[in-house]
């Protein structure tokens, strides 16, 4: 049971560019969510979504977007990548929305 | 005003000793109560969780809500290197799909 998986680990970037973070979960959980995290700051929801088909903006969801084809899977773009976009970005998933996140182990990125 | 608000530490202690971790929120709506412990590195794990006011307790951890004063807490008893981590308060409203979490306190347990 791997969970949530998240990859790439480490990715740089050059401001403009565009790259797909991946995130896949096999615990057949409805609620997926995007989180960024930068120091001091503590964890800020980009989007998120609560079924296939269904996604929603949470707090910070300029320069990214999400699709959720399938249950098991929620990618989120970032079509223009700007330094601000510099962070540490999770995945998590939940059976009951808002109870119990399962997290994955994070993507660093980093924007030159 | 944010609506959790938690004091981003750093906290040394000394090993053996009892460890209290602190956030406070805004939000009346608040009924579930988490706390997610964070390794350097790792993603956040789910390590308590509450519903309303008052105390739980699983091994060494205690989590206490005191919805009159909008503060929740969390206590580590005979805290071990182990415990060296960053600690996130995180509270959601009741039919809400989505946490709102505090920035984290980093702990550093000293042997």
């Known amino acids: 049971n791997a969970g949530v998986t998240q990859t790439p680990k480490f990715r740089i970037l050059k401001i403009g560019q565009s790259m797909t973070l991946q995130c896949t979960q096999d615990?057949?959980?409805?609620?997926m969510y995007w989180y960024r995290q930068d120091p001091g700051m503590g964890l800020k929801l980009i989007y998120y979504?609560?079924?296939?088909?269904?996604?929603d903006k949470g707090e910070v969801p300029n320069g990214y977007n999400v699709s959720r084809s399938t249950t098991e899977d929620f990618p989120l773009r970032l079509e223009l990548a700007a330094p601000s976009q510099t962070s540490v970005y999770f995945c998590?998933?939940?059976?009951?929305?808002?109870?119990?996140?399962?997290f994955g182990s994070g993507t660093r990125l980093t924007v030159v | 005003q944010k609506e959790v608000e938690q004091d981003p530490g750093p906290l040394s202690v000394p090993e053996g000793a009892i460890v209290s971790l602190n956030c406070t929120y805004s939000n009346s709506a608040f009924q579930y109560f988490m706390w997610y412990r964070q390794y350097s590195r790792k993603g956040p794990e789910l390590l308590m969780y509450t519903y309303s006011s008052g105390n739980k307790e699983d091994g060494r951890f205690t989590a206490q809500v005191d919805k009159s004063s909008k503060y929740i807490s969390l206590f580590i008893r005979d805290s071990q290197p182990s415990d060296s981590a960053t600690y996130l308060c995180?509270?959601?409203?009741?039919?809400?799909?989505?946490?709102?979490f505090g920035t984290g306190t980093r702990l550093t347990i000293i042997p």
């Open positions: 979504s609560v079924g296939a088909g269904i996604t």
């Open positions: 995180a509270m959601s409203a009741e039919g809400n799909e989505k946490l709102t």
């Open positions: 615990m057949n959980h409805n609620y």
């Open positions: 998590a998933s939940s059976w009951e929305g808002a109870m119990g996140y399962t």
